[in-house]
């Protein structure tokens, strides 16, 4: 899962090719048959097994198209497909994480869906935190495959024997600090975090943004300070919190499943229950929501989806993909859409005990108001922002929160005048 944005400002220059590229994607039509399209996604060795059978079954069941996945390792992923669409040769369709998405379309490297999906997919059933980041200035350039809200996972053995009763569903921070409190003793803590939940989620809470709706930088605001601030207090609280050299050599996960660590924040279908289970001192795991800011109670959603290239076939394209997401909602969880949220259930048994929060955290979720130039406003907030609140500037402090925030927003802005 992709928490911070790491790809650097190259990601535009690369793009700037891409209209030249719209044109040659290595889709098949020899005008007798099926349409050949290539899918490029990023999953790992299980999943495109998995997804190899589920295009088996599309292939199958139509004579349009014809989808062949193309598997590129994670980590080489976004500089192999901007390799590919500066040589001419996009996939067809491919996956996108959210912060992508606005540098895809405003490069005209993506087939604009608006319109064009409507009669084969139900776009109202979407949740809006998993629709709104794949639809750029009103346009829609993809169809998200997974909406996976953050959570708190807690230890309730542990809650157990600290007299704690489990999270309330609206439990506010102050609560959930005074519950990592009573749980944090000698070696053990209450919490860890390494920057999950992201640093942008405490300013929700309280009103404030980094980036509004409209793309104006808010970083400054008196409520995105307030969230910043909080932010700061939870994550060099030593009283609740694990110091950030230890979460960072420990791991926030390995520290919870061994029971360290009373609570995490992850993402809703992370495999949490599993690696508990078979752990040298196995507990039961409970999830809660996550707390409630001052003003909103608000939860962070990972979305990815899978986007079609301008060069594409456009109704092959149109069937294959619209067919292809219907068919990973059966797959990666949890689905996007409200219908069928509560289906995490089947497909992982192991999350049947969480349905209902799961679900409404699904509700609340929402990610970034992400614009083109995402990847290097990522890079200047983490770098002179984020880290520096998340480790106390190394120890050493970070002085006036609000400067520090006025700082990064200039150059934020900066960034976005260019």
């Keep these: 899962m992709r928490h911070r944005l790491l790809t650097p400002a190259a990601l535009l220059a690369a793009l700037a090719l ?17 349409v050949t399209l290539t899918i490029a996604t990023w999953a790992n060795d299980t999943e495109a097994d998995e997804l ?37 040769q996009s996939p067809d369709l491919f996956w996108l994480s959210q912060e992508y998405v606005p540098a895809y379309a405003a490069n005209g490297t993506l087939t604009d869906l608006t319109g064009l999906v409507d009669d084969r997919v139900d776009l109202a059933d979407y949740l ?26 807690f230890n309730a053995d542990r809650f157990a024997e600290a007299g704690l009763p489990a999270p309330d569903e609206d439990w506010g921070w102050d609560a959930f600090r005074e519950t990592a409190r009573t749980l944090t003793d000698g070696d053990r803590w209450g919490y860890a975090t390494t ?31 307030a969230g910043l601030t909080l932010a700061h207090e939870i994550a060099n609280d030593a009283t609740m919190t694990m110091p950030q050299a230890q979460a960072q050599s420990r791991g926030v996960e390995s520290a919870f499943v061994d029971g360290t660590v009373a609570m995490m924040v992850g993402g809703a279908a992370d495999d949490i229950e599993r690696k508990v289970a078979e752990s040298d001192a196995p507990f039961e795991v409970g999830m809660a929501v996550m707390p409630a800011g001052s003003v909103e109670q608000v939860t962070f959603n990972w ?47 192991a999350k049947a005990y969480a349905v209902d929060v799961v679900t409404r955290s699904a509700e609340i979720a929402r990610g970034f108001h992400n614009l083109p130039q995402q990847n290097e406003l990522g890079t200047v907030i983490w770098e002179q922002l984020e880290g520096p609140i998340l480790t106390d500037g ?25």
Aim: hydrophobic share 40%.
């Design 18 to 34: 891409s209209l030249a590229a719209c044109g040659d994607s290595p889709g098949d039509d020899d005008g007798d048959g099926p």
């Design 52 to 88: 190899d059978a589920i295009l088996d079954e599309l292939n199958a069941a139509q004579d349009v198209y014809r989808l062949e996945q193309m598997v590129v390792p994670g980590g080489e992923y976004y500089t192999k497909l901007q390799t590919m669409i500066a040589g001419r």
């Design 303 to 349: 979305t990815a989806s899978t986007v079609l290239s301008a060069g594409a076939d456009t109704d092959a394209g149109v069937a294959a993909i619209t067919d292809l997401t219907q068919a990973m909602f059966d797959w990666k969880i949890p689905a996007p859409v409200a219908s069928r949220v509560g289906d995490i259930a089947q497909v992982n048994p």
């Design 128 to 153: 809006p935190g998993s629709l709104d980041p794949a639809t750029v200035d009103g346009a829609l350039y993809g169809l998200p495959w997974i909406g996976q809200p953050y959570v708190v996972y």
């Design 394 to 418: 190394d120890g050493k402090g970070v002085g006036d929160l609000a400067e520090l925030a006025a700082e990064t927003a200039d150059r934020m802005r900066e960034i976005l005048e260019r």
């Design 195 to 225: 920057g999950t939940p992201p640093v942008a989620l405490y300013a929700w809470g309280e009103g404030g943004d980094y980036v509004d709706a409209d793309g104006e930088v808010v970083l400054d605001s008196p409520e995105a300070v």
